[in-house]
């Protein structure tokens, strides 16, 4: 049985102010994890202070991007060597906003996943779509390359704990979610394809999240479809109450 998991990714949003006041406020709110995880995923700079503040807590802390080397002569980049060692357990690789604003190509997304998995963290890999290639009718086709390249190389006892994240761009900040169709048919085709590329068991164990204008009001039409294990919200997860209404979808 796969544990949902509602995840929230702020991108370059909060002060340390802020991230500290919205963690002590949800943390105690927040459904058991045995039964629904949850996560933030914040800016490297809160990240700390956001984990000081969950002390004990339910909230997953979570890392929005890392390089893929541990060391060297990087400015500005966030070390997953770091990471693991702050604790964290989760870091998002590939977002539709790193390839299309920082150049990020197929090849540097499969670095950055395999850096993950060497340093005993999971990624949480975002594959996407633009509104052209589904009306087109190559959405399969990018969908299916995107997964396949960022997965290169990993072993299966890695594919097992992996965490995909289908976000169609057309839909990310825009208030336009996809239908509850389109989104479970995106999370099934990334199933079968970890299936084509591993196994119907592995398959069965990945956790495939639905992103893209994800709110309280469309949670729990998208969490009752089969293939969608959860959903990676942005502007829903920056407040307080929307974020938990979206980790109490089952009330």
Known sequence: MRIPLIAGNWKMNKTVTEAVTFTKQVTDQLPDPSEVETAIAAPAILLQPMIDANSGGRLQVAAENCYYENEGAYTGE??????????????????????????????????????????????????????????????????????TAALKGISDDEAKKLVIAYEPSWAIGSGKSASFDQAEEGCYLIRQTVADLYSDEIANQVRVLYGGSVNPDNVKGLMAKDNIDGVLAGGASLKEETFLQLTQYKN
């Open 78 to 147: 966030t070390s997953p060597m770091a990471l693991k060692d702050m604790g964290l357990h989760y870091v998002i690789i590939g977002h539709s906003e790193r390839r299309r604003y920082f150049n990020e190509t197929d090849d540097i997304i499969n670095r950055k996943v395999h850096a993950v998995y060497n340093n005993a963290m999971v990624p949480i890999l975002c594959c996407d779509e633009t509104m052209g290639r589904r009306e087109s009718g190559e959405h399969v086709h990018w969908v299916v390359s995107q997964v």
